[in-house]
């Protein structure tokens, strides 16, 4: 193993890791893909962004995009941390492509909840900082269990994004199709973790890891 090999080795390393932090929490998120759109034609009203939908669904909608916007701030910073971490280049390497491919995700869900009139969660820093912690101590254990974290990781994030769709307002087909267009790219991620050699973390692991995002989506929610 090489000193460009060893978790934090880089002064460079670490200034990056900092500036990739600034620019989730505060920048404007930008997208390498399109916005995905419904596949059929979004009513007359849909162009304003919310106008098809009543108050109420404008509210759900809303806050179950602030949930998504919120959980991608955690993705993009659990994929930092582990990052930092890693033992090989090549894992380094696909965890920052994930976390590339999540900044799409981060910039879709912004994008809807300005087109909702609404507002990210205020407890955006807080997301960052806790699951960077998270994503670089389970990356503490090896890169083994670190791939067997985003597997897990992105088999709940389904989970979660299957829920929405459920509670998504019907009409509402614009927040729909960046949800359907996520969970597919979660299901890849988690997939490429897997065959890189990912490893099936212990049962009361991941129970706590579904206790922590519960505690982090009902929060985003509302604040």
């Known amino acids: ?17 900092a500036d990739r932090a600034l620019r989730a929490i505060f920048a404007p998120a ?27 669904e404008r509210r759900r909608a809303a806050a179950l995009m602030r949930v998504n916007h919120a959980g991608e701030i955690a993705a993009q ?10 033992r090989s ?6 965890l920052l492509e994930a976390a590339r491919e999540e900044a799409d995700h981060l910039a879709w869900c912004e994008s809807r ?27 503490l254990a090896g890169d083994r269990a670190s791939l067997g974290f985003v597997v897990e990781t992105e088999r709940q994030v389904e ?8 509670r998504l307002p019907a009409g509402d087909l614009r927040s729909r199709a960046i949800v359907h267009q996520m969970r597919a790219d979660e299901a890849a991620h988690g997939a490429n973790a897997r065959a890189a050699g990912g490893m099936e973390l212990p049962g009361p692991v991941r129970a706590l890891m579904r206790r922590t995002a519960g505690i982090m989506t009902g929060l985003a929610y509302w604040v």
């Open 30 to 56: 930008h997208a390498s893909r399109p916005v995905p759109q419904p596949a059929a034609a979004p009513a007359a009203g849909a162009a304003a962004g919310g106008s098809e939908l009543s108050p109420d």
């Open 1 to 17: 193993m090489t000193a460009d090999d060893t978790p934090g080795a880089s002064l460079d390393t670490w200034i990056g890791a």
């Open 159 to 166: 989970g979660h994004l299957d829920e929405h769709l459920g």
């Open 89 to 94: 280049e090549t894992t380094r390497r696909l």
């Open 77 to 86: 910073a659990l994929y930092h941390g582990q990052a930092i971490v890693a």
């Open 113 to 139: 909840l300005k087109e909702l009139e609404s507002r990210p969660s205020l407890l955006n820093p807080l997301w960052y900082g806790g699951s960077f912690f998270i994503g670089a101590l389970a990356a």
